[in-house]
């Protein structure tokens, strides 16, 4: 998990396995088992989202210059800038342009398959969100939708389902009934081709922006604002 005062700029997370933040006392000896080492899937989408609420990284995924963003944590990266959110004089861990530039590409993927489903259902809203794998059961709803990773709704109404596949699979060997009910399912789901429909491209561009350049995300903005700096 990781944190940034939008006023000060400076970060505070807690490291796998821990419950202690970076600023409370006893930090350190909860680290000293593993130390900080890195940052990991579900932090790096936290660590992006509140540099954007904290006003260090522009809507098109730009991190600001120490001048613009006022926090000395601001370090040149070649011609780019990049954030220090560790550094304890053995290792010092940033955010970098290319990092945010790569979850921006996968966010944008998977918001413009999203879209593409709405699109099929002739609708520009959704009511509920399922984040599936192991994976999604450990990323923040509120994190998600300020990079515009997944449609807008409202945030208690996105929910984890672990393992989905896994789960699916047990079921399917261990319930006859359930099988018979999969197998006749998964012959009336239509397939979409996110690479050849005509909307992909637009929705993927669109979706590069956080959280996103065309489609407003008017429950997010009345939970969380967003810093207009470019």
């Known amino acids: 998990a990781i944190r940034i005062d939008p006023v000060t700029k400076e970060p505070r997370f807690r490291v796998i396995g821990s419950e202690v933040w970076s600023d409370d006392p006893g930090f350190a000896e909860a680290a000293a088992a593993t130390g900080v ?66 979850i921006q590409m996968a966010k944008a993927a998977l918001y413009a398959g999203a879209r593409l489903l709405m699109d099929k259902r002739a609708t520009d809203t959704g009511d509920r969100g399922v984040l599936a794998g192991a994976f999604g059961a450990h990323i923040s709803p509120k994190h998600a939708m300020v990079l515009g990773m997944i449609p807008d709704c409202p945030l208690d109404k996105v929910t984890s389902a672990g393992n989905a596949a896994g789960t699916g699979a047990r079921i399917a060997l261990l319930n006859i009934d359930a099988r018979a009910e999969i197998e006749t399912t998964v012959r009336q789901i239509e397939k979409v081709e996110t690479a050849i429909e005509p909307r992909f491209q637009e929705h993927f561009v669109n979706a590069s922006a956080m959280p996103n350049a065309a489609d407003p995300f008017p429950i997010l903005n009345g939970v969380v604002d967003l810093p207009d700096v470019s």
């Open 37 to 102: 080492t890195g940052i990991c899937g579900s932090g790096i989408i936290e660590a992006i989202a509140e540099m954007r609420i904290a006003g260090l990284v522009d809507a098109s995924g730009l991190i600001g210059s120490p001048e613009q963003t006022g926090t000395d944590r601001i370090i040149a990266d070649g011609r780019t800038w990049a954030y220090v959110l560790w550094d304890d004089g053995d290792t010092q861990i940033t955010v970098t342009n290319p990092d945010i530039r790569a």
